[in-house]
C-alpha cells in the first residue's frame, strides 16, 4: 500500500496529476475492452485468410455485399482508365496512341477481354479478396501480337501467406514475398495454381501436386495491387473486412423476418370445438390419401356448430421501426464500405439534388483518391512502361534515343472515365464559366469527362469539314453564330445614313436643321 502511494505521488510530479483520458485506465465502461497494438505485417498475417475467405462468402450470397463492390468498380473503372501520352511530337503522340489501341484489344492472356475489363477484373479481385496479382507475360514475336506482351490476373490465392523463411544469400521471405537486405521486393513465389481449385485447375496435373508447387517469379513480372493503410504493410486488407460480422447479421435477421412472416400468414385462423372427431368447418372429403382440407371459399356463410368457436391470425407486425432500424444498419455498412447508403442499397426515397450531390461528392473523392494513388500508379504505369520498353525492343515503336529519354517518352495522363452528374446543364454552364474566366482550359474540361482533347478537336474538325461539303447548317456549329452575330453587330456607313437622314428630312447627326 505504501509503493502505492509512493508511485501516486512521484506520477503526480511527473505528469501533473491523474490522466485525465477516458481511454486510458480500466474502468467500468472498459472493463471489457481488451486492445492489441499489432504491427502492419503481423495484424494480417494470421487474418488474412479467414478475412479473404468470409468475404467472398459474403460476395457470393449477399446480395449488398455484391452490390457495395460493383458501385465501387462501376465507378473507379467504368470503360476504363485510359492513357493520354505527353509526347511533344505529335506524330509520334499518335504513333504510340494508335499502337496502344490495337494491343489493348488482345492483352488479356485468357483472351475474354480487353485491357480495360482486365482493370475492371483486377480491381473487383482487390476489393473482394484485399489485393491482386497481376503478373506480366512476355510473348514470342511469332504469336502476331501488336507487342509480343499480354496480362493475367491472378488472385490473391496464389500467393502463400504462411512461407516465411530466411534464404541463405540474406534474403527473407515475408507472406510469400521475397525481400532483399534493403526491404525491397525481389520475387514473389507464387502457386503454379489457384490451391483450392486443386486438380481442376488448368495448370494443375496430379503429377505436379495438384499444383501445389510453388513457383519463383521476379518481381519485376509481378504487380501486388491493394490499398496501403499503414506504413510498412506488406499484404492487403479486403474492403468488407469492417462490415463482415455487420453484413452477415444483417443477412440473418432479415432472413429471420422473412421466415416469421411468411410462417404467420400460413395460418388463416384456429377453431376451437367441442368435439375432436367432427369435421371442421369447411372440411373437404378426404382424398386417396386419408386427407381432408380445410378453407373457406369468398362470399361463404358459415354456421358454427355449438361448441365450435373461431379466432382469425393476427400476426404481429414488424413495427414501423423495422425500415428506419435496416436503413440505420445499411447507413453503418456503407460508411465501412466507403460509399453512399443508396449506392449501397438502391433507396432513392429520401433524398433530394443537394443532398444526393453532397453524398456523390464525398463518395468521388474517395473514388479518385483510389483511381489515382492505388490503380493508376501501381497497375497502369508499371504496365505502361513495360509496354513501350517492349516494343521499343521489339521494333514496333521507332522512338529516336528511347534509352536517353525514356522518362520523356513514357510520360502520360491517365484519364479516368468522366462522371455523370444529376444536372448536367448545371454543371456544364460552371464548367463553361470557369473556361471564359481562366480558371479552367478546354484541355482539362475535356479530360474531366473521360475524353482526350486531341481526339475531341479532330472530330470536331471532321465533322464541321463533312457539314460544309454537303452544305449543311446546324445551330450547334458556332461558326455560324457569330458569323451572324458580326453582320448585326457591323457598323453602319456613315455617308449612307447621311443621305437616308436627308431624304426622310429628319435631323442631321449634329442636331442641325439641313442647309437650303
Avoid at 513465389?189 to 513457383?215: F, K
Avoid at 479486403?238 to 395460418?267: C, G, H, I, S
Amino acid at each position: 500500500m505504501g509503493l502505492f502511494k509512493t508511485m501516486t505521488r512521484i506520477s503526480r510530479r511527473m505528469f501533473g496529476g491523474t490522466p485525465v483520458y477516458d481511454g486510458t485506465g480500466g474502468g467500468r465502461r472498459a472493463l471489457a475492452w481488451m486492445p492489441s497494438n499489432p504491427g502492419a505485417v503481423a495484424a494480417l498475417s494470421l487474418a488474412q485468410d479467414e478475412l479473404r475467405a468470409k468475404s467472398r462468402d459474403l460476395v457470393r450470397r449477399n446480395a449488398w455485399a455484391a452490390a457495395g463492390i460493383e458501385a465501387f468498380v462501376a465507378n473507379a473503372i467504368g470503360t476504363g482508365i485510359k492513357p493520354q501520352s505527353m509526347v511533344q511530337d505529335q506524330a509520334t503522340r499518335e504513333a504510340i496512341h494508335s499502337l496502344w489501341w490495337d494491343w489493348c484489344e488482345q492483352a488479356d492472356a485468357a483472351g475474354l477481354t480487353d485491357f480495360y475489363g482486365l482493370q475492371a477484373l483486377a480491381t473487383r479481385a482487390m476489393l473482394e479478396g484485399g489485393e491482386a496479382l497481376i503478373r506480366l507475360r512476355y510473348r514470342r514475336t511469332e504469336d502476331g501480337l501488336p507487342v509480343a506482351l499480354q496480362i493475367q490476373v491472378l488472385e490473391a490465392e496464389h500467393l502463400p501467406t504462411t512461407m516465411n523463411r530466411d534464404l541463405p544469400g540474406g534474403n527473407v521471405i515475408r507472406a510469400g514475398i521475397e525481400f532483399d537486405r534493403l526491404g525491397r521486393r525481389v520475387a514473389y513465389h507464387l502457386y503454379r495454381s489457384h490451391p483450392n481449385d486443386g486438380l481442376l485447375a488448368p495448370m494443375s496435373s496430379s503429377a505436379g501436386g495438384g499444383g501445389m508447387d510453388t513457383v519463383r517469379v521476379d518481381a519485376s513480372e509481378v504487380i501486388h495491387l491493394f490499398r496501403p493503410l499503414r506504413p510498412g504493410q506488406i499484404r492487403g486488407e479486403p474492403w468488407l473486412t469492417r462490415a463482415l460480422v455487420k453484413l452477415n447479421e444483417l443477412d440473418q435477421y432479415d432472413d429471420a423476418e422473412l421466415v416469421r412472416k411468411k410462417t404467420a400468414a400460413m395460418f388463416a385462423g384456429f377453431i376451437t370445438r367441442m368435439a375432436p372427431e367432427d369435421n371442421l368447418m369447411g372440411e373437404s372429403t378426404a382424398d386417396a390419401n386419408g386427407v381432408a382440407l380445410a378453407g373457406l371459399e369468398p362470399g361463404t356463410l358459415q354456421i358454427l356448430e355449438p361448441g365450435e368457436d373461431i379466432k382469425f391470425s393476427a400476426p404481429a407486425d414488424v413495427g414501423s421501426s423495422y425500415a428506419e432500424f435496416m436503413r440505420q444498419q445499411f447507413r453503418a455498412v456503407a460508411a465501412a464500405m466507403g460509399i453512399t447508403y443508396e449506392m449501397l442499397t438502391g433507396d432513392l426515397t429520401q433524398v433530394n439534388y443537394s443532398s444526393i450531390r453532397a453524398g456523390l461528392l464525398e463518395f468521388r473523392r474517395r473514388c479518385e483518391a483510389l483511381q489515382h494513388g492505388v490503380i493508376v500508379h501501381q497497375l497502369c504505369r508499371p504496365i505502361w512502361r513495360a509496354w513501350m520498353d517492349q516494343a521499343v525492343l521489339e521494333g514496333a515503336l521507332d522512338l529516336p534515343g528511347y534509352r536517353k529519354d525514356k522518362r520523356q517518352y513514357q510520360s502520360a495522363k491517365w484519364i479516368p472515365q468522366g462522371w455523370s452528374w444529376v444536372d448536367p446543364q448545371k454543371e456544364f454552364n460552371a464548367m463553361k464559366l470557369a473556361i471564359r474566366a481562366g480558371l479552367m482550359s478546354r484541355s482539362e474540361a475535356i479530360s474531366g469527362n473521360g475524353y482526350d482533347a486531341e481526339d475531341v478537336d479532330r472530330e470536331i474538325a471532321a465533322d464541321n469539314a463533312r457539314a460544309d461539303a454537303l452544305g449543311l447548317v446546324f445551330d450547334s456549329d458556332a461558326r455560324h453564330d457569330q458569323a451572324l452575330a458580326a453582320v448585326s453587330t457591323e457598323p453602319s456607313d456613315p455617308q449612307t445614313d447621311e443621305s437616308q437622314t436627308a431624304e426622310s428630312g429628319g435631323a442631321s447627326p449634329n442636331n442641325q436643321d439641313p442647309q437650303p
